[in-house]
């Protein structure tokens, strides 16, 4: 989100941008203890007991260490120590996460019908009462079909903070 935050303030005309709560259709994840905090320095409080929440550690500095993930038949490319005999990245709950570190979200819904993995790139950032902290990072192999080209993320920001520059 913190990519973003100057690109929302400029086009908001300095609205206050609030976020109080971060999830997914499934399940509402997290809460913002502080909603009227800075945007960059959101940090959601987990809420356990909405989902069954687990961890694939991501390594936020590139891929030159990269492992294939096998969650679910999908496989993606991660990089982590947390690996199995067969070079797959494991899954961590909240007891063996450490701060500081990034992930991936995968859910499992309270009635555990289904697990899927969100996308989203967390860092985690603290604790409140026990309940674990995180800040949203990105979202991870995030493309927009534009006619044939398909360009990521950070291409498409990339392109509007030039656009905004030579306004």
Known sequence: MSQYISLLDFYGGGIPLVSP???SSESTFGINLNPLSSPYDVSYTFLPNMAYFEFLPVDKDGEEKARESNLDGVSS???SEMTNAN???EPVDFANVKLGQYYEVVVTTFTGLHRYRVGDVLKLTGFHNNSLQFQFV???NTVLSIDMDKPSEADLLKAIRNAKRHR
Do not use: L, N, P
């Open 21 to 23: 709560t971060y999830g």
């Open 77 to 79: 490319q991660w990089s």
């Open 87 to 89: 070079g797959y990245v």
């Open 138 to 140: 990105e979202r991870r």
